[in-house]
């Protein structure tokens, strides 16, 4: 059993910047493929960012060059940076564990049935 929590959200000017942080208990998560998904109001959850246990990255397209992914397995955490931020990042952002460590190797990383736990959410609102 994997415990999420997630920290970091907040508002923002456009083009500011935030750093989310998803604190993990109840068993080690350097061994599995991490996630960052993000949900707008009236939107689907879509992923945005996998990290897998050897520190492969993959992002989204819309995010590609603004956001970044990381782990720090001392902390049993992953973070995600965001610059440049835009209006239209506003969402509710989530932190996701797989049940394997190699899903960012996948098409399937960006679907939230491929994860086993997830955390309660973060809001980050950008105001233009």
């Known amino acids: 059993q994997v415990r999420l929590v997630e920290s970091g959200g907040g508002s923002v000017q456009a083009g500011g910047s935030l750093s989310l942080s998803c604190a993990a208990s109840?068993?080690?998560?350097?061994?599995?493929?991490m996630a960052w998904f993000r949900q707008a109001p009236g939107k689907e959850r879509e992923g945005v960012a996998v990290?897998?246990?050897?520190?492969?990255?993959t992002y989204a397209d819309s995010v590609k060059g603004q956001f970044t992914i990381s782990r720090e397995n001392y902390k049993n955490a992953v973070n995600l940076q965001m610059i440049s931020l835009k209006p239209e990042d506003t969402a509710i952002y989530y932190c996701?564990?797989?049940?394997?460590?190699?899903?960012?190797?996948?098409?399937?990383?960006?679907?939230?049935?491929?994860?086993?736990?997830w955390g309660q959410g973060t809001q980050v609102t950008v105001s233009s």
């Open positions: 996701a564990c797989a049940g394997r460590s190699d899903l960012g190797r996948m098409i399937l990383w960006r679907y939230r049935n491929a994860y086993v736990y």
């Open positions: 109840g068993n080690a998560v350097s061994r599995y493929s």
């Open positions: 990290i897998d246990s050897d520190g492969r990255t």
